[in-house]
């Protein structure tokens, strides 16, 4: 696809919602419907780090060798069709989401290679009429021109409750002990390592969900958004 300069002008003035915050805290909820008001598109760009995630496991990639793992990311087929993902033509929708893939995510996720070989994908995902973004680097790396940023995050046991609660619900055993031990080992990656951490900017709105339900803080990032 050839675009002229005119066209690169008008693209990056389409609308982005950037939606970050730690895992559990109820972001991916919240976006989908943002998007969904809005009749915008969606980025879950932690699946894309869940997928390489998998591609590591399945291709016995060490978590920290971080030039076979980006070589790995630069040749993965991801195809998402509505709600289901497909990698390498299996549908691993699920498989994606359990905690050991999240784990594995936060872990490839600090290897900037893999970063840079996502960052072309997930800024393709902007589209008109615009676009809410969620996950750790949204604001800061790849949408910092984004017309609402907003750092959605929640104490570490409500969210260790909802995850505890999200896992049950789906006949899935956990123990609320661990998943807060998990939750507080992930935020500690994610916010220290040294590629693109998981930081608020100053110019995010903090929302804060440890005493909100999902329609509450949808209505609220949808009043921001109109104000911006
Ligand atoms: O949002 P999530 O729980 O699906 O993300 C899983 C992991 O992926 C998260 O712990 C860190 C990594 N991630 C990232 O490094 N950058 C993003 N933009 C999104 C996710």
Known sequence: MVF????????HKLPVI???????????????????????????????????????LWQDIDLTDGIRLGAATSRLKIHFDADLIYLDGQEVSAAIRTEEMGKRASAVGAQPLVRQALFALQRSFLQAPGLVADGRDMSTVIFPQAKLKVFLTARVEIRAQRRHKQLISKGISAN?????????????????RQTAPLIKTADAFLL???EMGIEQAVQTILTWYKLA
């Open 4 to 11: 002229d300069t005119q066209d690169l002008l008008d693209h």
């Open 18 to 56: 950037a939606i970050d915050g730690p895992s559990a805290s109820g972001k991916g909820s919240v976006a989908q419907l943002v998007a969904k008001h809005l009749g915008f598109h969606y980025l879950d760009s932690g699946a894309l780090y869940r997928l390489v995630g998998l591609a590591s």
């Open 176 to 192: 609320i002990d661990i998943l807060t031990k998990d939750l507080v080992d992930r935020d500690g990656l994610d916010t220290s």
């Open 208 to 210: 804060d969900t440890s």
